[in-house]
């Protein structure tokens, strides 16, 4: 679709964050009535978390709602993120993918992405140039290498 659906604060502790039943009406509306078919979330979602809305939360808000009918899931393009952070390799791709998979209630994703590289990464947004410096990189030792986690 042109458009995709957004799932950041969903079930967030904000005062005024959806609920897990607004939530479903939300993918209610734009997945089942207007043809969105991409929704984006990320393992650490909701944000802000808590103890009681920990992180996972949303992928679970999600899952709860494809369970209502699998026809849904052919319906929709799954985008998640790991986390990333400075422990990311393989095994913890791995892991962390096996815990959305697990709470959105599915055996795949379309879309995995890594949201923050714990690593030197050209940013201009954080007044970085956005040419790739390979010192700068290996500099940065005993941290997964990109073959590693690509």
Not at 13 to 19: K, L, Q, S
Not at 41 to 59: H, L, N, V
Request: one cysteine or more; aromatic letters at 8%; hydrophobic letters at 35%.
């Amino acid at each position: 679709s042109e458009v995709g659906l957004g799932t950041q604060r969903w079930g967030s502790r904000d005062f005024n964050a959806p609920d897990a039943a607004l939530c479903h009406k939300l993918l209610d509306r734009a997945v089942l009535e207007y043809g969105v078919n991409l929704i984006d979330t990320a393992e650490q979602y909701p944000i802000p978390s808590d103890r009681s809305r920990p992180e996972g939360s949303t992928e679970s808000i999600i899952g709860s709602w494809l369970a209502k009918d699998k026809a849904r899931r052919s319906k929709v393009v799954l985008a998640s993120k790991i986390t990333g952070g400075r422990n990311i390799n393989a095994r913890s791709i791995e892991a962390d993918l096996q815990g959305s998979l697990r709470r959105l209630g599915t055996d795949y994703l379309d879309v995995y992405l890594l949201h923050w590289p714990a690593r030197y990464t050209p940013q201009s947004n954080w007044g970085q140039s956005l040419e790739y410096k390979r010192e700068v990189e290996s500099a940065s030792r005993g941290r997964a290498s990109f073959d590693e986690i690509a």
